[in-house]
C-alpha cells in the first residue's frame, strides 16, 4: 500500500520566496490527509497536483502560519461542489469552529466538522490510525503519528507444500488466521506463516521544543518530521519561541531510534542556504534530510 508524503510548506513563521509556510500532504492506500494549512497551501497543492479529495485535516496548533490557509482551501472545496464531510481535528477546536462559523462556512457545499483532540487521541481510519501526542510550544499544541497496523506474517509455501497442503482457498484461509484440516490433520497458521510484521509509522511534531513524548510516539518510526527552526547559535531564541534547534531535533531522532529524520519550519534566515541545519543534525544523527517544499518520500516497508 502506497504512504507518500508530500511536504508542501516548510518555512518557519515568515514565508520566503523559497518556502511556503507548513503543510504537509500524506497518502496512504486511498486515503488523503493534510497536516498543517499555512497560507497559500491550496496554490501549493495544485502545483503538486495533490488534488483537493481531502479526508480528513490536522491541525497542530492555531498559530496562523500553519491554519490560516484553511479558509481559502474550505471555500474552493465548496465551489468544487464538494459533498462529503470534512472533518478538521484540532486543538482549541471551539475557537476554530468560531472562525468558520463567523465566516459563513455554515453555508459551504459539504458539512464540516470541527474536533477537539488531546494527547493520546486516535482517530481511525482503513488500515491505519492517526494518533495526537502533546508537544511542547507556547500556545496548546500537538503533534500527530501516522500509525499503520501490523501485516501478517510471512507465508511459507514450502512449509505448506511439506505439510501436504494443496493450493489455493486454503493457503487463503490460513493467512487469514483459520486452522484448516488436511488428510485428518489439523493445521494451525502459525505452523506456515510468520510473526506479524510491523506496519509504518511516520511522526510529525509540528512547532516544539524537544520533548520525551515525542520520543515516546516516535520510537522506531519510519519517519520522523520535527521542527528545526534554528541552528544551536540561537539556542536562546529557540527555548523563548519554543522551537528546536536542528542538533536537538536530530537528538530526539537518535533518542527514538527513527530510521530517518527530517528538519522541517525552517527560519527565512537558512533559505538560500540549509548547511548549517544539516550539519549540525549530522554530528547528532546521520540519517537526516532538511526538508524543501515540493519535497517527496514514499516510506516503504522494512522488509
Known sequence: MLLKITLLGTAGTIPSVERNPSAIFIQLGSHRLLFDCGEGTQRQMMIAKTGFKL?????????????????????????????????????????LASLFKAFGYEELSYPIEVVELKDGDEVKFQGFKVVAFKTDHIVPSLGYAIVEKDRPGKFYRDKAEKLGIP????????????????????????????????????????????????IEVAKNA??????????????????????????????????????????????????????????????????????????????????
Not at 69 to 81: K, V
Not at 184 to 195: A, C, K, Q, S, W
Open 167 to 214: 493450493p489455493g482457498p486454503l493457503y487463503a484461509k490460513l493467512v487469514r488466521g483459520e486452522s484448516i484440516e488436511v488428510n485428518g490433520r489439523v493445521i494451525t497458521p502459525d505452523m506456515v506463516i510468520g510473526e506479524p510484521r510491523p506496519g509504518r509509522k511516520v511522526v510529525y511534531t509540528g512547532d516544539t521544543r524537544p520533548c520525551k513524548r515525542t
Open 55 to 95: 479526508d480528513a485535516i490536522f491541525i497542530t496548533h492555531l498559530h496562523t502560519d500553519h491554519f490560516i490557509g484553511l479558509f481559502g482551501l474550505l471555500e474552493t472545496m465548496s465551489l468544487n461542489e464538494r459533498k462529503e464531510k470534512l472533518a478538521i481535528y484540532s486543538p482549541q477546536a471551539k475557537f
Open 222 to 303: 519510519d519517519l520522523l518530521i520535527h521542527d528545526a527552526t534554528f541552528t544551536s547559535d540561537l539556542q536562546k531564541w529557540a527555548e523563548e519561541t519554543k522551537h528546536s534547534t536542528a542538533r536537538e531535533a536530530a537528538e530526539v531522532a537518535k533518542a527514538a531510534e527513527v530510521r530517518k529524520l527530517v528538519l522541517t519550519h525552517i527560519s527565512a534566515r537558512y533559505s538560500k542556504d540549509v548547511t548549517p541545519l544539516l550539519e549540525e543534525a549530522k554530528e547528532v544523527f546521520e540519517e537526516v534530510l532538511v526538508a524543501h517544499d515540493f519535497m517527496t518520500m514514499e516510506v516503504r516497508y522494512r522488509d
